[in-house]
T-cell receptor
Framework: GAVVSQHPSWVICKSGTSVKIECRSL??????MFWYRQFPKQSLMLMAT?????????EQGVEKDKFLINHASLTLSTLTVTSAHPEDSSFYIC??????????FGEGSRLTVL | AQKVTQAQTEISVVEKEDVTLDCVYE???????LFWYKQPPSGELVFLIR??????QNEISGRYSWNFQKSTSSFNFTITASQVVDSAVYFC???????????????FGKGTKLSVIP
């Protein structure tokens, strides 16, 4: 199947710094990518929908200025957690929409903010 | 609004036992898709199956089988002769037509953690 890769898979940062997570579709072009956040023992919550060449659509309650999403090309979307705080520590997962409509998920990125 | 309920938070079975993971969904849409994903300890989500709302045929894939019943809004997942490698969190998800840019938004259940004991 299609492959979606996230980088980094694990990142630790100090409070107040910004962290960028990349999501790449390796063997297909994805006009739409999605960013999810997963808290421990909880389900995945959609944060935003990222469309190539346009602004991301954020879900209610997600701070746009906090979680910057850029989808500059058909194979890359980035999520930047700005001025990260410990409460931002979480597992972030991206997914990309294949041309058949299926979603393929990245491996996830675990963020720990000290 | 859509909702997916996985009432079983954690299940433990002994290897070779059969186990069924329950999934109940809510939607007002008549067209929708249901999914099951597996999330092993490494964290990635692995696609297992997609079923559309017009296809109530049960499906079997190796040791995995799925029972879709629209009458009870359920889409249960059974693993036969479980193995240690089946230990993971399993998510049921629902997808409905969405008018916004995110036309393939998924609503996930909270997941069921399956532990298969050797």
């Amino acid at each position: 199947g299609a492959v979606v890769s996230q980088h980094p898979s694990w990142v630790i940062c100090k409070s107040g710094t910004s962290v960028k997570i990349e999501c790449r579709s390796l063997d297909f072009q994805a006009t739409t990518m999605f960013w999810y956040r997963q808290f421990p023992k909880q389900s995945l919550m959609l944060m935003a929908t990222s469309n190539e060449g346009s602004k991301a659509t954020y879900e209610q309650g997600v701070e746009k200025d906090k979680f910057l999403i850029n989808h500059a090309s058909l194979t890359l979307s980035t999520l930047t957690v700005t001025s990260a705080h410990p409460e931002d520590s979480s597992f972030y997962i991206c997914s990309a929409r294949f041309n058949t409509g299926e979603l393929f998920f990245g491996e996830g990125s675990r963020l720990t903010v000290l | 609004a859509q909702k997916v309920t996985q009432a079983q938070t954690e299940i433990s079975v002994v290897e070779k036992e059969d186990v069924t993971l329950d999934c109940v969904y809510e939607t007002r849409d008549t067209t929708y898709y249901l999914f099951w994903y597996k999330q092993p300890p490494s964290g990635e989500l692995v696609f297992l199956i997609r079923r559309n709302s017009f296809d109530e045929q049960n499906e079997i894939s190796g040791r995995y089988s799925w029972n879709f019943q629209k009458s009870t809004s359920s889409f249960n997942f059974t693993i036969t002769a479980s193995q240690v490698v089946d230990s993971a969190v399993y998510f049921c998800a629902l997808r409905v037509p969405y008018s916004g840019a995110g036309s393939y938004q998924l609503t996930f259940g909270k997941g069921t953690k399956l532990s298969v004991i050797p």
